[in-house]
């Protein structure tokens, strides 16, 4: 089992940028995909991105595309979002995951991620 903790949630005016992290423990954290889901108030869970235990490989859900970017640093266990150019309707709680997308092994517990207009 993988244990992952995200951060660098918060609150960013509209066209602001926030980068999140998911630190993660528990096995070998280079040999498994990653990525992030993110959940608005009264909506289901949405996939983000993903990517691929290299970090050679990325896939990104149409709404963010061009505006947020996965990576990762195998070194410190960690996988990055950077969102830039955010918007309101990127309000959400944001979850980190571990899995071969589409499907999820293990969450983490959500970092809080508010646009405000």
């Known amino acids: 089992q993988v244990q992952l903790v995200e951060s660098g949630g918060g609150l960013v005016q509209a066209g602001g940028s926030l980068r999140l992290s998911c630190a993660a423990s528990?096995?070998?954290?280079?040999?498994?995909?990653m990525g992030w889901f993110r959940q608005a108030p009264g909506k289901e869970r949405e996939f983000v991105a993903t990517?691929?235990?290299?970090?050679?490989?990325?896939y990104y859900a149409d709404s963010v595309k061009g505006r947020f970017t996965i990576s990762r640093d195998n070194a410190k266990n960690t996988v990055y979002l950077q969102m830039n150019s955010l918007k309101p309707e990127d309000t959400a709680v944001y979850y980190c995951?571990?899995?071969?997308?589409?499907?999820?092994?293990?969450w983490g517990q959500g970092t809080q991620v508010t646009v405000s207009s």
């Open positions: 995951f571990e899995g071969s997308y589409p499907r999820v092994d293990s």
């Open positions: 528990g096995r070998t954290f280079s040999s498994y995909g």
């Open positions: 990517i691929s235990w290299s970090g050679r490989s990325t």
